[in-house]
């Protein structure tokens, strides 16, 4: 259904927001590097991509006179969302051209900011990207090209927000918020369910001791606890049998 | 579409005081450069190691190294680049200041350090708190939960995609190794205590109001550049010039005066609460305090001006006025204010009430201006705007400044403040005192809640000043004569009565009072005049001032020949209605009064004084003045005679006023 889409859609489309974020805050720091360039402007592609397929999709259904009220109602908080992200994206674009500029990679005595930050930003990529590894192909002169294309992107960015901005009446104020104060306490995966699930939180104060498994490892327990439980009740059931047999 | 940043956002966010920014990078690159940079060493957590973290002091040596300057500048210099969020603490995120001792700072990311190209998003940091909320498990400071509940609120719309970027951000954000996981954290709580500080945290970037110009850009040469500077220099050649030697002499003369009171230039005793963190300056300055310092009295002596805007100043002088039983000045003076910068549904009130209480004939703290301010006010209080008072205010201000100011420094009232005043002591601490005060700070009183103590005072005040102020009437007050003629008359005959019903048992509200004592006094004019006869009042005896009003009454015969402004406030008073009506050539304006009227209107007159009728008419020529007094003179009501401003409209049933 189109609803559904849209809502897969979005959540991709979050995640890779997300994502571009914490690419763009390493930017310029000691954890720069030409992957990072790389991861960027892949990222950014991608984001464009989802973009460009929520706006259409949701331009349609907005569109569409006969929809129930309900419906708009859903479609338009829909579009809040869809526009939100397009919003923090456009301004994590910019800053980073920006950032870029400053901090150019192919100087002969680059000054990265020492923030602390040493580790490679490779799995937020890959994240992003919903691969397992990241490969590299670009050239050395990255930083400068992809400035150039960033450039372009942007204002292809701005010029899609103003066309949605006119084309769609959507009155977000009018939207309300289908979480409370607090909902991010529940686990939530995507935009539709309500599902209450268990997180589990890392502690992650520098003061604080660092403690807490992560959530991959805690799964992985879980079915090992599980896949031995069925073994266990296996082997009885096979022992009993070998006994009554015999 | 989404409003983002609607406060301020104009396109153009310039805000030029923070030109220091440009600056502050190019020394952040500086700082960076392995060989002559600052040097840096790991931070130990409990299983972690973190590269990159700076010391103290080592900031300190290197910013006095490379600038050649003094170790005090340097230290201020590396607390601003701390409190602007270029460098934060790694223990005591809270304080943005640089310690010259081992504990550890590291420097911010380029994403978050402080720029006003990109201003502080709302969203942001609702997205912030939402992270945080997860990690702490809903457990949030103080302050972070009430920008939450506000944030809430007010971001309603967003507040999924908030959520959900949260989340996903929050997620993202374990995809790291543990080390740049922790500095990924630290780095934003840092950003955030910039830009949202906790209560009792300065940081730099509160600056203030923004500017949608930046000053220092190159301005287009358009022709309507061209034009303005045109009519700059037009005016800048009509503008009345000042000798240089008496603009100097005055600003020489200032800055000798004020040298000593200036924070900046001479102490600030006992300290400087931004600098200490001690808030007794404040305390000992605050606008109702009991015992003032003695910096304060003395700046009372430079001016009057001084001496009424501070509020502890004017409290002394309006004590010393009521024992001088000139009071009234200083609270019309004030009425003017309230009227000049109040509100405007409330102003024609406002105007209404200040007019019944100090200008009207017969008022209960009338005050004492000559007749052309008078007449210029009473008409202008047809049409009532906010500064319709300001000659009589001018006039007033003049004379308190003339007269009481000169006496006040010289009374005992005066004397007695300077003496108590207290000289405290200068404060010394310690390092670790003031790092003990920093943790201590707490927000002052909310300004909602300063204003409505104001008004509580405000009222109190107005509630119990006017009984005292009929005192005055006791002794006939020099300055009542030198108002013209005719006006002298009904005052001088309110005063005998005013004093005696000042010995009435019951004390009744001003304006009652007031007009029962003029009607009192209209009474016995008219019964001195002979024009009619009939039972005065049902009150005590009035006892010998009937004699006195009928000589008064003569001489106010005698001069109001003479008057032709006056015989406009002859008018205005209705016991001078029987004047005009019996010399009907003194009635300028309405020609139209039938010649049979006065002894109608004399007859009427005394019928509402017997009836003690709802209203009595005090305004300048109106043809419509005798139908009014005959129909409220039919009606007889009830009540208290009011004093009616003039700007009312003369309906029948307006009458109240």
Redesign the interface.
Known sequence: MGKDECKTML?AL??V???Y??L????????DSQNLREELKRTRKKAQELAVANRTKLTSLLKDKTISKDDRAEYE?LW??F???M??LE?DM??SL??GQ??PLKVP?R?????????S?T??A???MSVQNMKYEADSNIDTADLRDLQSEISHVSQM?EE??MKVQVA????????E?????K??MS?GNSSVGV?S??E???KD??GGG??DAGFASICAVLVFFVIVTVALVLGYLVINMS | MTIRNTLRDHGQRYRPRMACIKKAEKVLLEMQDPKTGVKSQPQRLVITTIPHAITGEDIITWLADRFQVDTQEARTFGSMLVALGYIYPLQDHKRLVIKPDVSLYRFQTPYFWPTQQWPVEDTDYAIYLAKRNIRKKGILELHEQEHYNRLHKWMNHKWDFIVMQAKEQYRAAKERKKPDRVVFDCQERAYWVVHRPPPGTVSAMDYGLDRLIDPNADEAKTPDFYERMMIFTQQAIMRPRVKSSVSISALVKYCATYRSHDPFLSKCLPSNPWLTDDATYWTLNMPNVEIPTKMRVERWTFSFAELLSDPRGRDDFRLFLKKEFSGENLAFWEGCEDLKWGEAATMREKAEHIYKTFLARGAPRWINIDGKTMEITVKGLKHPHRYVLDPAQTHIYMLMKKDSYGRYQKSPVFKDTLKKAICPEEHQFSDAQLGQNAKKRWPSLSPIILQQMEQEQKAKMAANVDITQLCRFTTPVPHLAVYSGLNDFPTANASPSLAFLAHTPACPSPISVALESTSASERRAEASGGESEGDPAARAPVGGNVSKSRMALSLRRLLKRGCTPASMFASLSPKCHSATGTSSRIQPISPDQPSQAPPRRIGNFFQIKVDIPPECRIYPIESEDEDEQSRAASRGGVGAKEIICPWESLTPQNGTG
């Open positions: 959540d979050n995640k927001t997300a994502c974020r914490h763009v805050i390493a930017l310029g720091s000691t954890s908080r809040v969302l526009s939100s992200s919003e923090l301004v910019k800053r920006e950032i400053d901090f005595t000054h990265l900011i020492q923030t602390g930050m040493t580790g930003t799995t937020v890959a994240r992003a927000m949605m901005e977000p104020w009018a939207v309300e918020a289908k979480q104060a607090g909902a991010e306490l686990s939530n935009v997180i939180i890392c992650e104060e520098p001791e660092e992560n959530r």
